[in-house]
């Protein structure tokens, strides 16, 4: 594909909603990627997905966040019961393995979420 | 553990040279790179340095790594306008995952 795509690119919720973030990788990639930037703060980490591997879900700050990647592709990223606090861009990244050196990934332009 | 630490705001003059600078704390780092961010844009991967290399130079842009330090330094020359951004440095660990950790980023202003 021509990139990483993400949609909405703007979300506008209100606090106790359900909110679903999409991400559509580079295709071919196995490796996709979810972080959080909230303002003034670096990236954070949310969820890691590989191949067909168990995803790495370290990273998640709460049980109300959640990341499904359906068929090695599209990935959704679900926040329940949205806080104010959960206010940020939401990016996803792709990459795929590159044998001795580690991976480039490659961002989507991210989701810009606001909980009022 | 892990930690990667930026100044927040670098203003330089058009036609000058920027430097911004990060410190990262842990000895392992395998690879350590460098990401530009434009306003309403997602990470673009500008460079990368292995951690066994002391430079590198890719046209406008080199990379300084001083391991005894653990200091990186990315130098932009003839900064242009364009060239404002939010530059993020980071670092991925030998015998880690994949997954980079990232500084808050330095806000590159450049002006005429």
């Known amino acids: 594909g021509a990139g990483v795509s993400q949609s909405p690119s703007n979300k506008v919720t209100e606090k106790g909603k359900d909110v679903e973030l999409r991400c559509d990788p580079i295709s071919g990639h196995t490796a996709l990627y979810w972080y959080r930037q909230s303002l003034g703060q670096g990236l954070e980490f949310l969820i890691y997905?590989?191949?067909?591997?168990?995803?790495?879900k370290s990273g998640l700050p709460s049980d109300r966040f959640s990341a499904e990647r359906t068929g090695g592709s599209v990935s959704t990223l679900t926040i329940q019961r949205t806080q104010q606090e959960d206010s940020a861009v939401y990016l996803c990244a792709s990459s795929e393995p590159s044998g001795g050196a580690r991976e480039t990934q490659y961002f989507g332009p991210g989701t810009r979420l606001l909980v009022l | 553990g892990e930690d990667v630490e930026q100044s927040l705001f670098l203003s330089v003059r058009e036609g000058d040279s920027s430097v911004i600078n990060c410190t990262y704390t842990d000895s392992s780092s395998t690879y350590l790179y460098w990401y530009k961010q434009e306003p309403g844009a997602g990470l673009q991967l500008l460079t990368y340095?292995?951690?066994?290399?002391d430079m590198k130079q890719d046209q406008r842009l080199t990379v300084l790594l001083n391991k005894k330090d653990k200091h990186l330094s990315l130098r932009i020359a003839d900064t242009q306008t364009g060239d404002s951004a939010i530059y993020f440095c980071?670092?991925?660990?030998?015998?880690?995952?994949?997954?980079?950790?990232f500084g808050r980023g330095t806000s590159l202003i450049v002006h005429p």
């Open positions: 997905f590989q191949g067909n591997s168990a995803p790495d």
């Open positions: 340095i292995f951690s066994n290399m």
């Open positions: 980071a670092e991925t660990l030998s015998g880690g995952s994949y997954i980079p950790t």
